[in-house]
């Protein structure tokens, strides 16, 4: 790919991903505004909607899937190798989820800290975390996402140790969200967020993915 080409395609990825994060979080007021505990702002913008009717919510959830997809989609387009692909969906994924919290402060009012609760995802079980875990995943996507689909020409081996311990790292990061789901169900706040697992699991994944990235470099 040109270097003008992945240019145009890199800034069509950040105008995608802001316009489709404004689009999801006007969902969620809409979401919101149609559940009946939208007075307990104690809990959160997105708490409530796990009291939306069976059909709602099973609408939601495809929704959710559906929203994946076409960030999936949309990195496909933009990209023409793995590297570049798997970059792009990062990248587009972390600034739709960072402008969604922003676009959800302009017209909402929420979050107005970044240690407020949040439902974060409904597939298979509930995730909740304090704003500043996903927001944190999210500025990491965006900065590993550019790297990669920046530097997609460059010769890589990853081993498939590699690829486990990376999506070990990923699915610890996920546990961390699933800890206290059913606080979710109760339409309660959590006690107290597993940081300990939550870091562990960023801190190591996001260095064995330099090291690999350093590995390749140097060879």
Known sequence: MADRERRAS?????VFALAFGWVEAATVVYLRSTSPSTASSAVGVQFPLVLISGRLLASEIVREAC?????????WLAARSWAD?????????????LFYYVVLRLIS????ALTNWDLLFLIP???VAPVWAPATIAAIFVAA??????????????????????????????????VDWR?????????????????????????????????????
């Open 10 to 14: 890199y800034i069509a990825l950040w």
């Open 67 to 75: 929203t994946m997809l076409v960030l999936g989609a949309a990195a």
């Open 85 to 97: 692909r798997i970059g792009a969906f990062l990248l587009a994924f972390g600034v739709w989820d």
């Open 109 to 112: 009012g929420w979050p107005d």
């Open 125 to 127: 079980l509930p995730w």
């Open 145 to 178: 996402g550019s790297y990669l689909y920046w530097t997609a020409e460059r010769a890589r081996q990853y081993t498939l140790s590699d690829f486990a311990i990376l999506i070990a790292s990923a699915v610890a990061v996920i546990a961390s969200f699933l």
């Open 183 to 219: 606080f979710a169900l109760a339409s309660q706040v959590p006690q107290r967020f597993p940081q300990w697992l939550y870091w562990a699991a960023v801190v190591f994944g996001t260095a064995w993915f330099v090291r690999v990235e350093r590995r390749g470099a140097f060879r």
